[in-house]
């Protein structure tokens, strides 16, 4: 099994700036994809960004220009750097992670969610 564990959602004032982390641990043999969603109470999961292995990212226009998504290979975590952040972004911030646990198996977990809060 994979699991992730996301930290660094606060409450932040409107134009401020917050980093996620969201670190894979388990029986991890390579990670293939990784990403950021987002949730609001009543709303549907939405995709904020993603990174493959192979570098693509892919931003939702909402973000785009703001957010940054990368990722630390020797660590198995991934960050969402989140700047200029507007009352909108407030959410539970999702991470989601794909990849293979050997030539047989592959896997793809969800973690627990941190919620952002951007409020004066």
């Known amino acids: 099994q994979v699991q992730l564990a996301e930290s660094g959602g606060d409450l932040v004032q409107p134009g401020g700036s917050l980093r996620l982390s969201c670190v894979a641990s388990?029986?991890?043999?390579?990670?293939?994809?990784m990403a950021w969603y987002r949730q609001v109470l009543g709303k549907q999961r939405e995709l904020v960004a993603r990174?493959?292995?192979?570098?693509?990212?892919r931003y939702s226009g909402s973000v785009k220009g703001r957010f940054t998504i990368s990722m630390d290979n020797a660590k198995n975590t991934v960050y969402l750097q989140m700047n200029s952040l507007k009352p909108g972004d407030t959410a539970v911030y999702y991470c989601?992670?794909?990849?293979?646990?050997?030539?047989?198996?592959?896997?793809?977990?969800w973690g627990q969610g941190t919620q952002v809060t951007v409020s004066s």
């Open positions: 989601n992670v794909a990849g293979r646990i050997s030539i047989f198996e592959s896997f793809q977990s």
């Open positions: 388990g029986n991890i043999s390579s990670i293939s994809d």
């Open positions: 990174l493959t292995s192979g570098g693509s990212t």
